[in-house]
């Protein structure tokens, strides 16, 4: 069993990191005009609008609560002088309600691709991958947001963080991820298998955003009474 953990939080995260590094380096050099979401959005637009924003903004604020938990030791919080049961209570509330709006956003986008056949047709083999291994991951991980606050016997900024930070480290602790309970586990490993799937699936778009735009300088025209605008 030691070996075992040892494979799975000492060397996979390393793995992992690899391929998605890798992957998305091949991606970038074999296949730059690929980096898009294969937006589907002219075939049906109505549910793409609920399911959209609900989807993205959710996983927004989830992403945000990873960095929180797993980055910031809890001895900063402390210094901060916030509460642990503040803390706890902040992560089940805006935690749970984040990655509750990502399941039912994923859901109706997944209903979406299901009930439309135009959008089913476009439905690529990767899409079949990544879809159930996305909706595992925040099933999963809404579970252990739900667990995690209310579990008096598990604290996982002791333990999940702890080993994701050491990561870092080059000396990963195996045995605090190896105690945790098994959602966290399952979660983490979900997780991983999501990111080696991102260089190879639709989840590429993240790195193709148009951030230039932001700060583009405006377009010059003249219209045709003669008058400059922008």
């Known amino acids: 069993m030691s070996h075992l953990n040892t494979a799975l939080w000492g060397v996979l995260p390393y793995v992992v990191l690899v391929l998605f590094v890798a992957g998305v380096m091949w991606r970038y ?19 793409l609008r609920v399911g ?16 929180v938990g797993l980055v910031v030791p809890e001895e900063v919080t402390e210094a901060m002088h916030v509460p642990e049961r503040l803390y706890q209570l902040n992560a089940l509330v805006v935690g749970g309600l984040a990655g509750l709006a990502s399941v039912l956003g994923l859901g109706v986008l ?24 996305l909706a595992a991951v925040l099933l999963a991980g ?13 604290d996982y900024r002791l333990g999940v963080s702890v080993w994701f930070r050491t990561l870092f480290e080059l000396s990963p602790d195996v045995s605090a991820m190896a105690h945790a309970p098994l959602v966290f586990q399952l979660h983490t490993l979900l997780g991983m298998a999501l990111f080696a799937l991102w260089p190879f699936s639709r989840l590429i778009h993240a790195f193709a955003a148009p951030l230039a735009y932001l700060a583009r300088p405006y377009i010059l025209y003249r219209s045709r009474g003669g008058a400059i605008t922008r």
Do not use: K
Not at 52 to 67: D, K
Not at 114 to 130: C, G, I, K
């Open 29 to 47: 050099r074999y296949d730059r005009f690929g980096l898009t979401t294969r937006s589907s959005q002219l075939h049906e637009s109505r549910l």
């Open 52 to 67: 959209g924003p609900m989807f993205h903004f959710g996983l927004l604020f989830v992403i945000a609560g990873h960095v």
């Open 110 to 133: 997944l209903w979406r691709r299901l009930r439309v056949r135009a959008v089913r047709r476009a439905t690529r083999r990767t899409d079949r991958v990544l879809y159930p291994v």
């Open 142 to 154: 809404l579970c252990a947001t739900l667990v995690g606050p209310t579990s008096a016997h598990y």
